[in-house]
C-alpha cells in the first residue's frame, strides 16, 4: 500500500507524467469512440421517436451531456487549481490550463444545442431558461479564467490568479445557478423550459449516459494531449526537454 | 483596527482632494440611466417595467468604473507593498480599502438611485425598496469587485479583464436586487428578495476579503 | 538574528541565485552587491516577505518568517523601489499614516522634529507631489528615524539623495547599527559605514 502511493508522486513532476500522458492518450481515444459509437446508435436508431417533439429532439443527446461536462470540467478544473496553489504543484496548475479549454467548448456546445433544440420547438433561437442561462454564465466564467490567464506573463502567477479565479467561481456556481432558477420562476411567461422535457424512456437515458461518457473520454484525451503541450512549452528550458525526440527533429 | 480605520481616512481624504473620482461614477450612473428611456421610449407605464432593472445595470456599471483604482494607485506607488508587510494583517487593511470604495462608489449611488427613480415614474414605496435593495447590494459589489481588482493588477488589458472576470458573479446582486423592487411593485412584497441579497452580502463580506488578499499577495510576489 | 539558509530565487525561467546563505545580527549589516539583474531586488523582497523562495528558509530569531509573521513585521522596516508615499497627502500625513500601519505611536511633535532633521521644515503641510524628488526621500528618511524598528532592509536607498542627504542617512544608519540595529541594503556605491560584511551575488 505504501509503495503505491510513492508510485503515484512519482509522476507529479512534468518530467515522468510527460512520458506516462502519451502513452494514455489512444486508450482514451478508443474509449471515447467506442462510447461515442454506441451512444450515437442507441441515440439515432434505438430511442424512439417523440410523440410530440418528432426526430428533433434527438438533439439532447448531445445538449444533455455537454451541460453536464461542462459543469463536471468546471469542478475537476477547480480542483487541479486549488491543489496547484495550495501544493505549489506546477503540474497540477497545467492540468486545470489544459482543461479550461475542453470545458468551455462544452458549455459552447451546449449553448448552441440548445439554440438548435429551441428553434423547431418554441420557434425561437434563445429562451432565457434557468439552464440555458446558467450554461451562459458558465461559459463567461470559463472566458474569464482562459483571458486571465493568457493576460499574465508569468506562468506561476497566471497559475495562483487562476486558481482564485476558479475557486471564486465553484463557489458561486451553486449561488448563480440558484437565483437565475429563482428569477426565471418568477417571469415563466409562456415560455416553455428545455427543463421540461418528455418523460424518459429508459433507451434515452442510456442514450445520454453513453454520450456523456463518451465526452468524458474525449475531454481526458484532449486535456492530456494539452497538457503535453504546455509541459513543453512552459518546461522549455530544461535539458530533459531539450533531449526529447520531438524536439531534436 | 486602529490602522483599518487609518487606511479609510486616508483614502477618503485623498478622494476630498480630488473629487472628480466621486463625480464620474455618479455623473456615469446618470448618464447611463438616461440613456435607455431615450432607446426604449417615454410612456410611463413601460418605464416603470423597466426601471428596476435599468437602475440595477447602470449601478453595477458605475460600481465596475472605479473598481480598477481600489489597488492600482497604491500597488504604483509602493504604499501597497508597504501594507502587505505591514504588521497588521493585510485583510484587514484590504476590508478598510473596501469600505472606502464602497463610500466613495457605492453609497452615492444609493443617495442618487431615488431621484433617477422619479424620472421612471416609480412610486415612494419602491423608491424606498430601490435604497434598500443598493443600499444592500454596493456593498456586495464592491466586495466581489475587489478580487478581481486584485488578480488584474498591472495585468494587461485590466479593465476589460475586471469586467469580464466580475459581472458573471454580480449576476446574483443583480437578480435579487431588481427583483426585490420588481417584487414590491407586483405587490408581492421584496422581503424575500432582500433577505436573501442580505445573506449572499454577509458570505461575501466574510469571504472576499480573503480572496483578494491572496490575490494581492500573489500579485506583489 | 536574521538568517536565510539554502535560498533558490527563481524569476521566470531564470535562476538568480541558489542555495545562498546569510545571517545579520544586532550591531551588523549586511552591503547586498551584484551586477544589474542579479536578483539584488529579489533577495531584498524574500527578506522582507513578499515573495516565497523557490528553495529554501528564512528565519527571524530561529523561528521561519513564514509562521511568524506579524513578529518579524513589527521589527522590519522595508523600502523598495517606490518611494511608498501619497502624492496628495503631504509629508506629515504619510508618516502619520505610516505609523498607523506600523501599529506605532508617533506624535506629531517628534514627526515634525525628524522632518525639520533631515531638511524639509516649511514644507510638512505641502502635498508630497510638490516637493522635488531628493525632498521627497527625505521624506523617507524621516520614517527611519521614527519608526524605531530592529532590521532594515533597504533596496537602493541613497538613489536621487545629493551629497548632504547621502551623509544624513549613512549617519542614520551608522547610529542604528551602532544602537544594536541591523540592516541589509544593496547599493552600487561603497558605503562609507563601518561595520559591514558583503554579500555579492
Keep these: 500500500m505504501n509503495n503505491r502511493l510513492i508510485n503515484w508522486f512519482r509522476f507529479a513532476s512534468p518530467h515522468t507524467f510527460y512520458p506516462l500522458a502519451g502513452k494514455m492518450i489512444p486508450i482514451f481515444w478508443v474509449l471515447a ?53 495550495s501544493l505549489n504543484a506546477r503540474l497540477s496548475s497545467m492540468m486545470a490550463q489544459a482543461l479550461a479549454p475542453t470545458g468551455a467548448l462544452m458549455a459552447f456546445l451546449s449553448l448552441w444545442t440548445g439554440a438548435f433544440w429551441g428553434k423547431p420547438m418554441w420557434g425561437t433561437w434563445w429562451v432565457w431558461d434557468a439552464r440555458l442561462t446558467s ?7 470559463y472566458l474569464g479564467f482562459m483571458s486571465l490567464q493568457a493576460s499574465i506573463d508569468d506562468p506561476r502567477r497566471a497559475d495562483k490568479a487562476g486558481a482564485i479565479v476558479a475557486l471564486v467561481g465553484v463557489v458561486n456556481v451553486p449561488i448563480i445557478y440558484f437565483s437565475v432558477k429563482w428569477w ?11 427543463n421540461k422535457s418528455p418523460s424518459m424512456a429508459m433507451t434515452m437515458l442510456w442514450g445520454m449516459l453513453l454520450m456523456a461518457l463518451c465526452l468524458w473520454m474525449y475531454s481526458i484525451a484532449v486535456a492530456l494531449t494539452r497538457v503535453r503541450a504546455i509541459i513543453l512549452e512552459r518546461e522549455s528550458h530544461t535539458d530533459w526537454v531539450k533531449q526529447l525526440k520531438e524536439i531534436k527533429a | ?17 480630488r473629487k472628480s473620482e466621486v463625480l464620474t461614477a455618479l455623473f456615469f450612473f446618470v448618464i447611463v440611466s438616461s440613456l435607455f428611456p431615450l432607446g426604449i421610449g417615454p410612456e410611463p407605464a413601460l418605464l416603470r417595467k423597466i426601471a428596476p432593472g435599468v437602475l440595477w445595470v447602470g449601478a453595477l ?4 468604473l472605479g473598481l480598477q483604482r481600489m489597488f492600482a494607485a497604491d500597488h504604483a506607488d509602493g504604499t501597497l507593498e508597504q501594507m502587505a508587510i505591514s504588521p497588521t494583517p493585510l485583510v484587514l487593511l484590504v476590508l478598510g480599502k473596501i469600505v472606502a470604495h464602497w463610500l466613495v462608489s457605492g453609497l452615492p449611488l444609493v443617495l442618487m438611485a431615488p431621484v433617477l427613480g422619479i424620472q421612471f415614474d416609480l412610486d415612494t414605496g419602491a423608491l424606498g425598496v430601490l435604497m434598500l435593495a443598493l443600499l444592500l447590494g454596493t456593498p456586495l459589489l464592491s466586495l466581489i469587485g475587489a478580487i478581481g481588482a486584485a488578480l488584474t493588477l498591472g495585468v494587461r488589458g485590466g479593465g476589460v479583464l475586471l469586467s469580464l472576470l466580475v459581472l458573471p458573479l454580480y449576476v446574483p446582486a443583480l437578480i435579487f436586487g431588481a427583483g426585490a423592487v420588481e417584487s414590491h411593485i407586483a405587490g408581492l412584497g421584496a422581503g424575500g428578495h432582500l433577505s436573501l441579497l442580505a445573506a449572499i452580502l454577509v458570505m461575501a463580506a466574510f469571504f472576499a476579503p480573503w480572496a483578494a488578499t491572496a490575490a494581492l499577495r500573489i500579485a506583489l510576489e | 538574528m536574521l538568517s536565510a539558509h539554502g535560498l533558490t530565487c527563481v524569476r521566470g525561467d531564470r535562476r538568480l541565485f541558489v542555495g545562498l546563505d546569510l545571517s545579520v545580527d544586532a550591531g551588523e549589516w549586511l552591503h547586498v552587491r551584484g551586477e544589474n539583474g542579479a536578483g539584488k531586488t529579489s533577495l531584498l523582497r524574500l527578506l522582507a516577505g513578499l515573495s516565497q523562495p523557490a528553495e529554501g528558509e528564512i528565519r527571524w530569531c530561529g523561528q521561519p518568517i513564514r509562521d511568524t509573521d506579524s513578529t518579524y513585521r513589527q521589527n522590519l522596516l522595508f523600502f523598495g523601489h517606490h518611494g511608498a508615499l501619497k502624492e496628495d497627502l503631504t509629508a506629515l500625513e504619510n508618516l502619520a499614516f505610516a505609523a498607523a500601519m506600523d501599529g ?3 506624535q506629531e511633535s517628534n514627526a515634525m522634529q525628524a522632518l525639520y532633521r533631515f531638511g524639509l521644515k516649511g514644507r510638512e503641510e505641502l502635498p508630497v507631489r510638490v516637493l522635488s524628488a531628493g525632498q521627497k526621500r527625505r521624506v523617507m528618511l524621516a520614517r527611519l528615524a521614527t519608526r524605531k524598528a530592529k532590521l532594515w532592509v533597504l533596496d537602493e536607498p ?39 560584511r558583503v554579500v555579492q551575488l
Design chain 1, 184 to 194: 426565471n420562476t418568477l417571469h415563466q411567461g409562456a415560455s416553455v423550459s428545455i
Design chain 1, 33 to 85: 469512440a467506442l462510447f461515442g459509437g454506441a451512444g450515437l446508435w442507441l441515440s439515432f436508431f434505438v430511442a424512439p421517436t417523440d410523440a410530440t417533439q418528432g426526430e428533433g429532439y434527438r438533439i439532447i443527446f448531445i445538449h444533455v451531456p455537454t451541460s453536464w461536462m461542462s459543469m463536471f470540467i468546471y469542478m475537476v478544473m477547480a480542483g487541479w487549481a486549488a491543489m496547484g496553489l
Design chain 2, 61 to 64: 456599471l458605475a460600481t465596475m
Design chain 1, 135 to 141: 450554461e451562459l454564465i458558465l461559459f463567461f466564467l
Design chain 3, 104 to 106: 506605532v505611536e508617533l
Design chain 2, 1 to 17: 483596527m486602529n490602522a483599518m480605520l487609518a487606511i479609510i481616512r486616508r483614502d477618503l481624504l485623498m478622494v476630498m482632494r
Design chain 3, 158 to 196: 541613497f538613489t536621487a539623495l545629493d551629497v548632504k542627504a547621502v551623509e544624513l542617512l549613512s549617519v542614520l544608519i551608522s547610529e542604528h547599527v551602532a544602537g544594536g540595529g541591523m540592516a541589509v541594503l544593496t547599493s552600487h556605491q561603497t558605503m562609507p559605514i563601518p561595520g559591514g
